[in-house]
């Protein structure tokens, strides 16, 4: 009798989890500061690569003239919305996506993606292999750090606020980068 009552107890409680959803605490794994941290460096990295294009084979790179502006057609691996959203959404959300295509003036011309082109920032001196994050605020879901990123050897720093969100099935991705 025990045992079937164990038995039942068990399928409740699956039946319980199914119903919710599936989602369980595990599925939400907890977001360190070290992850927060991993994960803005994951985002800079691919943001500072989309921004310049991409990743241009020889001969790939071509640009035109639009309403008075200079544009480069973007990579082979990001000339179309389903392609660039996808390595987007690798580390921010739909809404971050939006956003950021919006920003950078990300535009299609003649069914490829193309960007206006700018020059390259200077080289940063921010050093994000050895920022740190502090958890600001938490709520199921959502979760807020502020990153501190040593500047080069001055010995100062520069704070950036970046939100996270728990993108079902996906894991946490960044909604807001110093927004």
């Not at 907890?30 to 985002?43: C, G, M, Q, R, S």
């Not at 989309?50 to 241009?56: D, K, P, R, S």
């Not at 939100?163 to 996906?170: E, N, T, Y």
Request: net charge positive.
């Amino acid at each position: 009798m025990k045992k079937t009552m164990n038995v039942v107890s068990v399928i409740l409680l699956l039946l319980m989890t199914t119903a919710c959803g599936g989602n369980t605490l595990a599925d939400q794994a907890a977001l360190t500061p070290k992850d927060a941290v991993e994960l803005t460096i994951a985002w800079i990295g691919t943001e500072t690569i989309i921004q310049a294009g991409g990743l241009y084979k020889e001969g790939e790179y071509q640009t035109f003239a639009s309403k008075g502006l200079e544009y480069r057609y973007l990579a082979a691996h990001l000339d179309s919305k389903k392609k660039l959203r996808a390595e987007l959404q690798k580390h921010v959300t739909k809404k971050k996506v939006k956003r950021f295509m919006k920003e950078n003036g990300i535009k299609k011309f003649h069914g490829k993606l193309a960007s206006p082109v700018t020059e390259p920032d200077s080289e940063s001196l921010l050093l994000w292999d050895i920022a740190t994050a502090k958890e600001l605020k938490s709520k199921k879901g959502k979760k807020t750090f502020e990153l501190t990123v040593p500047i080069g050897d001055t010995r100062t720093a520069e704070t950036f606020l970046v939100s996270f969100v728990h993108v079902k099935k996906s894991g946490w991705r960044i909604d807001k980068f110093n927004e």
